[in-house]
């Protein structure tokens, strides 16, 4: 069985100008890091030229098919009944991409198959972690 899973996704960034633009993303999931999604976006997709990394809490991505969630840097809410706003924050401004709901609904299938709801922590090497923070200290 796998320990991390990716899944290409389309999103739609959100903008005034020029306009909305269809940007290609990653979704990534690990088993090593259980509580947590990474939303990456290419290069081509940012104002830079740079990759784009998000990483958030998984709980977070699901509740946002449902409600609106979050605080902090990232906020994510449904948006009709097929797509899903997720909206981010830095300190030089605010993005606001949108996706299909469908397909960060089979992502958190395919990484419940992986780590179930409720099961994360069984997943976690405490230990391990420690001795990372106490090398890096």
């Given amino acids: 069985m796998p320990t991390v899973i990716e899944q290409a996704v389309q999103a739609r960034l959100i903008a005034n100008a020029p306009r909305s633009r269809e940007i290609p993303a990653t979704l990534r999931y690990d088993r090593a890091d259980p509580f947590a999604v990474r939303l990456v976006f290419p290069p081509a997709a940012s104002l830079d030229g740079a990759e784009v990394a998000w990483t958030f809490g998984r709980d977070l991505l699901e509740e946002g098919l449902r409600h609106s969630v979050g605080t902090g840097d990232v906020h994510v809410w449904p948006c009709g009944s097929d797509d899903v706003v997720v909206e981010f924050h ?20 395919r990484s419940y198959a992986l ?23």
């Fill in 90 to 109: 830095t300190a030089g401004g605010m993005a606001l991409v949108q996706f299909e709901a469908q397909d960060l609904r089979l992502f958190l299938t």
């Fill in 115 to 137: 780590v179930e709801r409720g099961g994360e922590a069984r997943h976690l090497d405490v230990d391990a972690d420690l001795a990372d923070l106490l090398r890096e200290a």
